[in-house]
C-alpha cells in the first residue's frame, strides 16, 4: 500500500469519529490532500473516499457538511467517471429527499460538480455522461409539483448547467425545453422566474427550430389574453430571450411588436415595465429588424416617459426660485397624505427613458430627428420626483451627446470650407444642440442646489458631457451655473464624491471655455476651491490645486492685454499653495500637483511676488534633486524659463544645469525629452545669465543622444545645440569634434526624414552663420559630401543608401543659402563633376541632386549650363543618374517656373523616349509649386497632358493621370468638367486616365475641391459599371482612396456603388483561362486583381463608413472571399477579425457559416513534394486564419455555437493548431493587434 494510500485511508477512518472535532480535522486534512497536484489515488482509495464524502453530507454537524461539499470540487478531476457518476446519482437522489437540510447541502455539492466539471477535449465525453444523468434526474424534479423548494432548486441548477456546458447538452435541449415550458404557468412567481432565467441561457446555444418552436408557444400562449399576471411573465420571457437568443428574434419581430404594443395599454404597471424592457431589447440586438418600429416604440416611449397618474406636477417652471422653496415645503408636508410604496409608475417610466436611451446609442443614423422629438422631452424630464428615475433621463441625455460627438468627430475629419479663412460648416446635429443648451442649463441649474447627492452627480456628468461636445456653449450660462459648483464646494453635508466631481467639471469648464467668461466671478470662486486644497482628503486637495492652475490662467491669460486686476487674488492663492508645496508628508499626487500649480502662478503672476520667488525657486530646486518630483519640477522649470515675465533665475541656474546634465545619462526617456525641452528653454530666454562653463555638464552628455536609435530625441537634442551656437558661439569650437560626427552620421542615415532632418538643417545654417573658424562652409561642405565620393567598391563596403542623397541634397542647400556668396564657386564644382567621366557614380547623383536642391531656393537663374548638363544626364547609361536628373530639373523649375518650365514642356513634346523621366519632372512641379504661380501655365500644362493621356505605356499613363490629377488642384472649378467632358467621350484608356486622375484630387486634408468634388464624384464612379475590366480595377482603386481619405464624398452614394462593388467580388468563370508552358498547363485568373481591389474597398468602408453598411449582406460577400483565391483570403481573414471588434452581433449572426472556411485553412496541410514557397505560403495562410479565430474565441458568447465551441476543443487537442493559436496569443498580444492595420498604401 503506497503511503498517500495509506494517509488516505487514516484520514478515512477517523471521519467516523464519534467526535465532531475529530471529523472536521479529518475532512479539512482530506481537502488539503485533495488539491494538490501530485496526488494520484488508486481505485480502492478512489471509491472509497467518494462513498465516505457522500455519507458527511449527511452529518449532524454543519460545518462538517459544508467542508464535505468543498472537498468534492478538486475531486472530480482526480477520479475517474464512475466515481463522478456515483456522486451525481446520490446527489441527484438527495435533491429529491425529504429532508431540507440535505437536499440544500446536495443542491450545492451538484452546483460545484457542474462548476468543476472539464471542458477540454478530453473531458468532454465524462462531461457529457454526467450532464446526462443530471438532467434526466432535474427534469423529473422538475415535474413534482408538490414542493416547490425542490422544484426551484432544480431550476437554479438546470441554469448553472445550461450557463457553463450548454454546448454537452445538444441532445437535450428538446426534452428540456418541453419540461420548462409548463413551468412558465406555475402558480409561484419564483418558479416562473427561475424558469425563465433557465429558458434564458439555454436560448443561446439551442437550434433554430427550438428557438422557433420557443417564440411561437409564448406568441400564442399571448394570444391566448391570459391572465395579468401570466402575461407578465410571457413578455418578460419574451425580453430575456431576446437579450440572450440576440438576433434570431428578428425573424419574430413582425408578428411579435403588434403583440407587445397591444400589451401597453393594459392598465398594469409591470407588464408595461415588462413591455419596454423586451422593447429596449430588441433595439440592442436587431438594430435592423426594428426599422420599420422605431416610430411605433417612440411614441409610446414618449407617452409613458411622462406616466405619473398620482402626482400633479405644478407649472412652477416659469416662477422665481423663491417661490419653489414655499412649494417644497408644502409638497413635504402633502407627501405625508398619501404614501408612496403602492406607486409603482415609477417603473413604468424608468424603463421606457431606458428603451430611449437604447433607441439612442443604436441608431447614429436617426441622430438629427431624435433632436426633434426624444430632445425636448428629455429636458422636460429633468423635472422627474423619483431620484433613480431622473438618473436615468441624465444617462440618456447624456448619451445623445455622446452620441453628436462620434458624429461631429465624423464629420469634421471630412468636411472643409472652400478655402481655408473660411470656418468649417457646422455639423448639422451640434447646431440642433447649440439651441437646446440654454434650455437645458435653465433645467439644471435648479437641480445643482437639490439635496440629492445622485442628482448632482447627474447633472455635473450631464454638464461635462456637453462641454466636450460643444466646447465654448456654457458661456453665456456660467453666472447660472457658478452657484450650483460654490453649492457643492462648500455645502457642509456633501460626500467627498461629489465635491470631487464639482471640481473635475469645474476643471472641464475651465478648459473649454474663454478666461474672460470668469474673471467677473473671481471674488466668488476662489475661496470655496481654496477651503478645498485645505481638505484633509488628498484626492479633492489635488482637484482643487489643478482647478487653481487653471483659475491663474484666467486671471492673467498668456498674450492678451487684459483689464482684469489680479492683484487682490495673488496672495491668498500663493500662500495656500505654498503651503502645500513645502510640505513633504503628503500624498505624491498632490507634491505633483502643487509643483504644477506653483509653477503656474509664478509665470503669470512673477510680478506680484516679488520677494517670494526666490524662496519658491529655491524648493523647486529641491524638489529638482528629489527622484520622485524631479519630472514634474522640469517640466515646470521649462514653464517658468519661457515666462514673458522674464523671471530671474540666475541664483539657481548654476545647480539647475549641473543636475541637468545628470539627467540625460538617465534611462528614462520621458525625463531626456522633459530635461532636453528645458535646457533649450534655458538656452533661449535665458542666455544672458548663464556662463558659457555652466554648460559644460550639458554639453558632455549630447554626442551619445544624436544617434538614429531614436529620432526623437535626436531632434530636440539637435534644437538644443542650434539654440547654443546661437546664444554661445564660444562653446561651438568643442562641440565640433565630439557632436558633428554624430550628426553627420544621422545625416547619411536612411532613417532620417520630416522634422528631424528640418532641426538638422537649422543647426548646420546657425554654423555656418556663427562664423566659427574651424566649422567653416567648405569644411561642413566637405564632411557631408565625403561618403559619395569613395568609389563604391572601397574597403569599407558602406553601401550610401538612397535616403541619404536627398538628405545631404537638403543639407547643402541649408548651407549654400546661409552664406550665397559660396553658391555659385559650389554650383561650379557640381557642373564638373557630373561632367567628369571619371568621377564615380554616387558622385555624380549626388551632384544633380545638390543642383537640384539649390536650384529650388532660386539662386541658379536658367543658366543655359545647367540645363545642357541637365540633358546630357538624361543621356547617361546609369538609370540612377538619369533619375537624379529628372528630380533635379523638377526641383530647378519650381525655384525658377518661368525659365524651367516652357523648356520642359518643350522638351517633353520633342522626346518621347524620354518621356517618362521628363513627365516625373513636371510632377516634382506641380506637386511643389503654389497656385498662385502656377495658373499662367495650367493651359499650357494641361494641353500637352491631354495628348498623352492615351499612351500605350501603363507607367507613362499613371504619371499623366497624376499631373492632371494635381494640376485639376490648382483651378477646380474650370478643370473638372473637362475631365468629366473626357470620361464621355475618350477610349478606355482615355477614361482609366481621368479616374487616376480622379485619385489625386481626393486629398487627405480639407481642399477647395471637395465641395465640387462631393457632387460629382457619382459620375465618375459610373465608371465600375464600364465594360472594360481595367477600368472597373480603377475606378475601384479611385473608390477605396475616396473611402480612405474623405469618406463625407461617397457616404450619400453607397446605396447606389455597394450593389456595383459586390458584383465585382464575385469569381467570373469567362474571366479564367488556361494557359499551356511547356508540358504543364497553368490557369490563369483575369479577375483577380478587380477582386482584390474591391475587397480592399469593403475592407476601407469598414472604418470609414460603418453606418452606411448592411452588415449581414457585407457578410455574405466576406464568407464567399474567405473561399476564394490566397491574395483574398488573407484580406478577408482580417476583415474578419476588423468585423468581431465592429460589430461583435452580426458575426455571431453567421457564426456557423463563417466557421467551416476558417476550419478549412487551419487545418490543411500541404503536398508532401510542394516547393518551399508552396509551404511559407500556406503557414502565413493558416496564421493569418487563426488570427481571425482568436478574435473571434475573444467574444465571450462565441463559445454558446456548438460548431465553434467544437473547433475551439479541436484546436486545443491538436498540437499543430495549439501552437500556432498559443503564438498568435503571446506574440501578437491578444491576437487581434497585429491584424488590425492593414497597408492600405
Known sequence: MSSVSYHIS????????????????????????????????????????????????????????????????????????????????????????????????????????????????????????????????????????????????????????????????????????????????????????????????????????????????????????????????????????????????????????????????????????????????????????????IATVTQLCLKFMTFDPNYNYDDSEEEDEDSMDIDDELEEESDDEYSDDDDMSWKVRRSSIKCLEALISTRLDLLLSFYSSICPALLARFKEREENVRADVFTAFSTLLRQTRVASSRH??????????????????????????????????????????????????????????????????????????????????????????????????????????????????????????????????????????????????????????????????????????????????????????????????????????????????????????????????????????????????????????????????????????????????HAASIKPAALEPVLSELPTLVDEGDMHVSQVSITLLTGMAKAYPSSLAKISSSVLPGVFRLIHSPLLQGSTLEAILEFLQALVLSKTSNLSYSQLLKSLMEPFHRSQSSADGSIVHRQSYHSVARCVAALSSASPKETPGTVAGFIQQVKNPGSPESARVLALLCMGEVGRKGSLGGSKEVQGVILEAFSSTSEEVKTAASCALGSMAVGCLSDYLPFLLKEISAQPRRQYLLLHSLKEVISACPASSLSPHVESVWALLFQNCECQEEGTRNLVAECLGKLTLVNPAALLPRLKQLLKTGSPLARSTVVTAIKFTIVDHPAPIDSLLK?????????????????????????????????????????????????????????????????????????????????????????????????????????EGLKDHYDIRMLTFLMLARLVSLCPAAVLQRLDRLVEPLKATVTTKVKAGSVKQEFEKQEELRRSAMRAVAALLAVPEVERSPSMAEFANQIKSSTDMASIYQSIQGGEGGGIGATESMDMS
Not at 1045 to 1055: A, D, H, M, Q, T
Open 1015 to 1119: 457632387d460629382c464624384i457619382g459620375d465618375f464612379l459610373k465608371t465600375l459599371q464600364d465594360d472594360d475590366i481595367n477600368v472597373r480595377r480603377i475606378a475601384l482603386v479611385m473608390f477605396n482612396s475616396a473611402a480612405h481619405n474623405k469618406p463625407s464624398l461617397i457616404r450619400g452614394l453607397l446605396g447606389r456603388v455597394l450593389p456595383h462593388l459586390y458584383k465585382e467580388t464575385q469569381i467570373r468563370k469567362d474571366l479564367i483561362r488556361e494557359v499551356e508552358m511547356g508540358p504543364f498547363k497553368h490557369t490563369v485568373d483575369d479577375g483577380l486583381d478587380v477582386r482584390k481591389a474591391a475587397f480592399e474597398c469593403m475592407y476601407s468602408l469598414l472604418d470609414s463608413c460603418l453606418e452606411g453598411l448592411d452588415i449581414l449582406q457585407f457578410l455574405d460577400h466576406v464568407e
Open 412 to 685: 469634421s475629419l471630412i468636411v472643409s470650407g472652400s478655402d481655408p479663412g473660411v470656418r468649417r460648416e457646422e455639423e448639422p446635429a451640434v447646431a440642433l444642440l447649440k439651441k437646446q443648451v440654454p434650455a437645458t442649463v435653465k433645467a439644471l441649474h435648479r437641480q445643482l442646489k437639490e439635496k440629492s447627492i445622485k442628482s448632482r452627480q447627474g447633472c455635473f456628468c450631464l454638464l461635462t458631457e456637453l462641454a466636450h461636445t460643444v466646447p465654448g456653449a456654457l458661456e453665456e450660462h456660467i453666472p447660472a451655473l457658478i452657484p450650483g459648483i460654490v453649492f457643492s464646494l462648500t455645502d457642509k453635508s456633501t460626500p467627498s464624491t461629489m465635491r470631487i466631481d464639482a471640481l473635475s467639471f469645474f476643471n472641464v469648464l475651465l478648459l473649454s471655455h474663454p478666461p474672460q467668461a470668469f474673471q467677473p466671478h473671481m471674488q466668488v470662486l476662489l475661496p470655496p476651491v481654496v477651503a478645498c486644497i485645505e481638505d484633509t482628503f488628498y484626492k479633492i486637495t489635488s482637484e482643487a490645486l489643478l482647478v487653481i492652475q487653471h483659475l491663474v490662467k484666467v486671471m492673467r491669460p498668456q498674450g492678451q492685454a487684459g483689464g482684469f486686476d489680479p492683484k487682490p487674488f495673488v496672495k491668498e492663492v500663493f500662500s495656500v499653495t505654498m503651503k502645500r508645496l513645502k510640505a513633504t508628508d503628503i500624498d505624491q499626487e498632490v507634491k505633483e500637483r502643487a509643483i504644477s500649480c506653483m509653477g503656474h502662478i509664478v509665470c503669470h503672476l512673477g510680478d506680484h511676488l516679488r520677494a517670494e520667488v526666490q524662496g519658491v525657486l529655491a524648493i523647486f530646486l529641491e524638489r529638482l534633486k528629489n527622484e520622485i518630483t524631479r519630472l514634474t519640477a522640469v517640466r515646470t522649470i521649462t514653464l517658468i524659463a519661457a515666462s514673458p515675465l522674464k523671471v530671474d533665475m540666475s541664483p539657481i541656474l548654476p545647480e539647475v544645469l549641473s543636475v541637468l546634465g545628470s539627467f540625460l545619462r538617465k534611462n528614462q526617456r520621458a525625463l531626456k525629452l522633459g530635461t532636453l525641452a528645458c535646457l533649450t528653454a534655458l538656452v533661449t530666454h
Open 10 to 293: 487514516n484520514l478515512l477512518e477517523k471521519m467516523t469519529s464519534t467526535d465532531k472535532d475529530f471529523r472536521f480535522m479529518a475532512t479539512n486534512d482530506l481537502m488539503l490532500e485533495l488539491q494538490k497536484d501530485s496526488i494520484k489515488l488508486d481505485e480502492d482509495s478512489e471509491r472509497r473516499v467518494v462513498t465516505m464524502l457522500l455519507k458527511l453530507l449527511e452529518d449532524k454537524n454543519g460545518e462538517v457538511q459544508n467542508l464535505a461539499v468543498k472537498c468534492l470540487a478538486p475531486l472530480v478531476s482526480k477520479v475517474k467517471e464512475p466515481q463522478v457518476e456515483t456522486m451525481v446519482d446520490v446527489l441527484c437522489s438527495n435533491m429529491t429527499s425529504d429532508k431540507e437540510q440535505l437536499r440544500d447541502i446536495s443542491s450545492m455539492g451538484l452546483k460545484t460538480v457542474i462548476a468543476e466539471l472539464p471542458l477540454t477535449s478530453s473531458g468532454l465525453t465524462l462531461t457529457g455522461s454526467v450532464c446526462k444523468k443530471i438532467t434526466s434526474q432535474l427534469i423529473g424534479a422538475m415535474g413534482k409539483q408538490d414542493d416547490v423548494s425542490v422544484q426551484l432548486e432544480a431550476l437554479d441548477i438546470l441554469s448553472d448547467m445550461l450557463g457553463r456546458l450548454s454546448g454537452a447538452l445538444v441532445s437535450f435541449h428538446s426534452s428540456l425545453l418541453s419540461s420548462l415550458l409548463p413551468q412558465l404557468t406555475s402558480p409561484r412567481m419564483a418558479v416562473r422566474k427561475r424558469s425563465i432565467l433557465a429558458l434564458g441561457h439555454l436560448v443561446p446555444c439551442c437550434s433554430p427550430a427550438l428557438f422557433s418552436q420557443l417564440t411561437e408557444h409564448l406568441m400564442k400562449e399571448l394570444a391566448k389574453g391570459p391572465p395579468t399576471s401570466m402575461t407578465r411573465t410571457y413578455i418578460q420571457c419574451l425580453a430575456t430571450i431576446s437579450r440572450q437568443g440576440g438576433h434570431r428574434v428578428g425573424e419574430h419581430l413582425e408578428k411579435l411588436i403588434p403583440m407587445v404594443v397591444k400589451f401597453t395599454g393594459v392598465e398594469d404597471d409591470e407588464l408595461r415595465e415588462y413591455c419596454f424592457q423586451a422593447f429596449e431589447a430588441f433595439i440592442r440586438r436587431c438594430p435592423k429588424e426594428m426599422s420599420p418600429h
